[in-house]
């Protein structure tokens, strides 16, 4: 019986861009269990069984899949002439009917009679188990000559297996190239035909057929094809794909990632947990219809998606916390844009580690106030001497004034101390890295101030450096500039002074350009500049400009207590300087400390100097100190003020005689006796006056 008398003249067939889907409907449909799959020109190039569906979505496959993913890469068709004992049922159930290209109808195994069914015959049990297997089997004997094969293999090697053939001789004979196996010589290792490889996996087995006595080989070739490789990428990008998510998972910092389009397509657990919003109230939905449900305020995706740039944006969630969220454009390899990818920052914390940074900041810049006061009040090495208390507020003050950029204006006597006071404030303010210029406006004609305020360009007068000079005020750029007796400015100086104070910049003499300055300015003064501004002779507008922070510096007869660390200090300096070793005697220090000093500081500083150089022993004693002070104007004491009256004068005078003589006896018994007066008056005008006898 032949081929042409048991087929199927109607057959179903499949096209190769078929789906899985189209497939088993079929299937439901037919009856049958299977079907030929035909090229662009209508011939038979695979078969796709019921089988093959099964094992494909087994696999994970999608019924979207062409079958010819799936399908069997080999032919399976036989002539309608071919007799049914010879036909190789392959691993299938059917098989197509073919007269050359032309498909006449198919042969189905299942609606075949016992007799003309495949596999008959074959009475050993393991042999109709692995007739039908999907890959091709072949049963050697131990010279390599096929003994048995599975239909699978009859597919592969035809007539060319059953003609007493060694495989090795089969598959030469079949078209295949062969590879031995250097492990086994004359071993198979593998067969490659046009596109189709086969791998060669060997093992030994009993031989039924022999009662179990002897052994034989058996041979399995498995494709190792286009398929097995699509199917390894699969698997190592289902790895790579585990892995990413694990990483996007444990990223700190949320992520949010939609497509194109702005649906989003993932969120990591971080942005579940920083926002409060679970990934299944957004996933699969349009941020523009989140943003409208009131999920946020705002959609940076959506910002993103019209500017195909980066954005930062503040973004409110449901719930009310408040987040900063950075959206990024990815491009596909079209230029079209593909993702867009969110980070996601819980702004709360960064608010909180700023606000204990500016509380830390705060309490370094107080301990530093405090260490520096601390340091002044204990002498610290400085140059100031806090003692009283009218001194330690200016101190503080000072060192105050020091953290801000103020303009400064110092007030008090010649020689308090001004400029000390100045380079105070300089040296703890942040400009302390730069140059801290001064300057005394009284020292310098009024002729060359300008040009030394502000500097020339070459030629600009006669006499002028010919490469120019600059002025102080460049000189002091990002640093102090302190103008010392700047009530001594003439007016017309006064007025640029004030226009380079509001503008910032200078202008040289003889140029046109003005140059900007960054300078912090501290003036100091001796005179009332407020009389002066009543007077016409000092412009208010530049006073109101410098005496943004005033600072009173008190003469030295108001902090008498500071006159004792002055003596040491100034003691200690010029003996180091002259390499001497004075002593001064107690006496001679209250002798001093009670004197009023009307130059302050400065003159008990040439004092000290002078008692030091010119001291006839190695002690300075308290009649060294009298003389010193006899010869230190000290008749300006009893010479009268500038517009005093007669009666200021006189109890000028009267008090200078009583300091006199207590410093000059010691007691106010005898002191009293020199003056000429009780005892009790020269107690009642001592404790007036603030001196302190036994």
């Excluded at 190789?88 to 290209?101: M, T």
């Excluded at 801000?404 to 010649?414: H, M, P």
């Excluded at 226009?499 to 140059?515: C, I, M, N, P, S």
């Excluded at 004693?621 to 006189?650: I, W, Y």
Aim: overall charge neutral.
């Amino acid at each position: 019986m032949k081929v042409h008398d048991v087929m199927q003249q109607s057959a179903h067939s499949l096209r190769r861009d078929d789906t899985l889907r189209a497939a088993a409907a079929l299937f439901r449909a037919t009856g049958i269990g299977g079907a030929p799959v035909l090229d662009a020109g209508g011939f038979p190039e695979s078969v796709f069984t019921s089988d093959d569906l099964m094992r494909a979505l087994a696999g994970g496959a999608s019924l979207s899949d062409p079958v010819s993913l799936h399908a069997r890469g080999h032919i399976c068709a036989v002539h309608p002439q071919t007799p049914l004992e010879d036909i190789a049922w392959y691993e299938n159930r059917f098989l197509a009917v073919v007269d050359g290209p032309r498909l006449m109808g198919c042969v189905d195994a299942s609606r075949l009679g016992p007799d003309q069914a495949p596999g008959r015959g074959e009475a050993d049990p393991w042999a109709g188990a692995l007739r039908r297997f999907p890959e091709p089997l072949v049963l050697c004997q131990d010279d390599g000559v096929i003994r048995w094969q599975n239909d699978a293999a009859r597919c592969v090697l035809g007539d060319e297996g059953r003609r007493g053939r060694t495989l090795r001789q089969a598959l030469v004979q079949a078209g295949f190239r062969v590879e031995d196996d250097p492990a086994e010589p004359g071993a198979v290792a593998l067969a490659v035909r046009d596109e189709s490889r086969y791998l060669a996996a060997r093992w030994r087995i009993p031989d039924p057929t022999r009662g179990g006595d002897e052994t034989a080989r058996m041979v399995h070739l498995r494709e190792a094809g286009d398929r097995h490789a699509v199917l390894g990428k699969l698997r190592a990008m289902h790895i790579l794909a585990r892995e990413m998510r694990a990483v996007i998972d444990s990223s700190f910092d949320g992520i949010f990632i939609t497509d194109g389009e702005g649906t989003t397509i993932l969120v990591n657990r971080a942005y579940e947990r920083i926002t409060g919003i679970r990934a299944s109230e957004v996933l699969g939905r349009n941020m523009r219809d989140l943003v409208s449900e009131g999920f946020y305020d705002q959609s940076v995706t959506l910002r993103v998606l019209k500017s195909r740039k980066s954005e930062t944006i503040i973004q409110k969630v449901k719930g009310g916390k408040t987040i900063v969220v950075t959206g990024n454009p990815v491009d596909d390899a079209s230029g079209a844009l593909w993702r867009v990818v969110t980070n996601v920052r819980d702004v709360t914390e960064l608010q909180r580690l700023q606000e204990e940074l500016e509380k830390l900041s705060a309490l370094k810049d107080r301990y530093r106030l405090e260490l520096a006061s601390l340091r002044g009040a204990m002498g610290g090495g400085g140059r100031i001497v806090v003692r009283s208390k009218r001194m330690q507020e200016v101190h503080e003050q000072a060192l105050r004034l020091a953290l801000v950029d103020s303009t400064v204006l110092l007030l008090g006597e010649s020689g308090v101390g001004k400029e000390v006071v100045a380079s105070l404030i300089h040296d703890h303010s942040p400009r302390r890295e730069g140059p801290f210029v001064k300057v005394s406006c009284a020292a310098i004609p009024e002729q060359l101030l300008e040009s030394e305020l502000f500097g020339y360009v070459s030629g600009a007068f006669t006499g002028a450096n010919k490469a120019g000079k600059p002025g102080v005020f460049e000189l002091a750029h990002q640093g102090t500039l302190f103008l010392d007796e700047v009530g001594e400015l003439p007016l017309g100086l006064q007025a640029k002074l004030l226009r380079a104070l509001q503008e910032r910049k200078v202008t040289r003499l003889g140029d046109v350009r003005a140059k900007e300055v960054d300078v912090r300015i501290m003036a100091a003064t001796n005179r009332d500049l407020e009389a002066m501004m009543r007077q016409g002779t000092f412009r208010s507008d530049l006073f109101y400009r410098l005496s943004v922070v005033p600072l009173v510096v008190p003469p030295l007869r108001e902090r008498r207590e500071a006159v004792f660390d002055f003596i040491h200090r100034f003691l200690e300096r010029f003996n180091r300087k002259y390499g001497l070793g004075r002593q001064i005697d107690p006496e001679a220090c209250d002798a001093l400390a009670a004197w009023d000093w009307p130059g302050n500081v400065r003159q008990l500083e040439n004092t000290m100097e002078r008692l030091v150089v010119l001291g006839p022993g190695d002690v300075i004693t308290r009649e060294d100190a009298l003389r010193a002070l006899s010869g230190n104007g000290g008749g300006a004491a009893h010479a009268p003020a500038a517009g005093a009256t007669l009666r200021e004068t006189l109890t000028r005078a009267e008090a200078e005689a009583v300091r006199q003589a207590l410093m000059m006896h010691g007691s106010t018994r005898a002191a009293a006796k020199s003056l000429g007066v009780n005892q009790s008056t020269v107690v009642r005008k001592a404790r007036r006056l603030g001196i302190v006898r036994d």
